[in-house]
């Protein structure tokens, strides 16, 4: 299984927003959905950094996921641009293959 993960830092008065918007069942969660190979996300919330989130995204392969970015680029890339004024830093961490993990 493919993870891939993001760190956010959310902007102070948009965080009940960003909760909601990269949430398991957020935005991008239904977005990601309408893909095969799609496995789930989890928000995770730094308890010592207001504001800090990290975001794993599954997918069954890199494939999967490679597959995803090519035929929803465009949907993808407006909902990122609508989701800038969220945050104020995004970075991606990486992306981690688990052998063998379902």
Sequence with gaps: ?????????A???????????YAGDGDWARLFAR?????????????????????????????????FRSEFSVEYVALDEACCELTEE?????RFWSPGAD
């Design 11 to 21: 902007r102070a008065e948009k965080v009940d927003e960003f909760r909601r918007v």
């Design 35 to 67: 893909a095969p190979g799609y496995r789930g996300t989890e928000l995770l919330e730094d308890v010592d950094g207001p504001r800090t989130f990290v975001v794993i995204d599954r997918w069954e392969s890199r494939e999967a996921y490679e597959r």
């Design 90 to 94: 995004e970075t991606e961490i990486g």
């Design 1 to 9: 299984m493919l993870h891939v993960l993001w760190r956010f830092r």
